[in-house]
Nanobody, 124 residues
Framework: QLQVAESGGGLVQPGGSLTLSCAAS????????IGWFRQRPGKAREGIAC????????NLKDSVRGRFGISRDTASNTAVLQLNRLKPEDTGLYYC?????????????????WGQGTQVTVSS
């Protein structure tokens, strides 16, 4: 089973970019999908991006597709969420999580364990 930890959050102006990293520890990184979730103020946590264990397939929530990108690197056991053209409504706590298997999903039930989250604030 993997353990994961996020990094890379911060304060950025609208229209700016951030790169979030998810560092995984444990064996067989490529056997597990990686998902990114966020919890915006006053809203439930939502799945926004996932990538399969082999990195061949991704899925992004409609609200971020075209602005965010997800990738992974097996050599470094790291997954990256690239956030571009950020909007104030993207503000929230961003989590990565390891999938229970290699297949992509945006459902929380398909991911464990979770990281502690990294704060993204989009404001001028």
């Amino acid at each position: 089973q993997l353990q994961v930890a996020e990094s890379g959050g911060g304060l950025v102006q609208p229209g700016g970019s951030l790169t979030l990293s998810c560092a995984a520890s444990g064996r067989h990184f490529d056997r597990y999908a990686i998902g990114w979730f966020r919890q915006r103020p006053g809203k439930a946590r939502e799945g926004i991006a996932c990538i399969t264990g082999n990195g061949a397939s991704t899925n992004l929530k409609d609200s971020v597709r075209g602005r965010f990108g997800i990738s992974r690197d097996t050599a470094s056991n790291t997954a990256v969420l690239q956030l571009n053209r950020l909007k104030p409504e993207d503000t929230g706590l961003y989590y990565c999580a390891a999938g229970v298997g290699p297949y992509c999903s945006l459902l929380e039930v398909d991911f464990r364990p979770w990281g502690q989250g990294t704060q993204v604030t989009v404001s001028s």
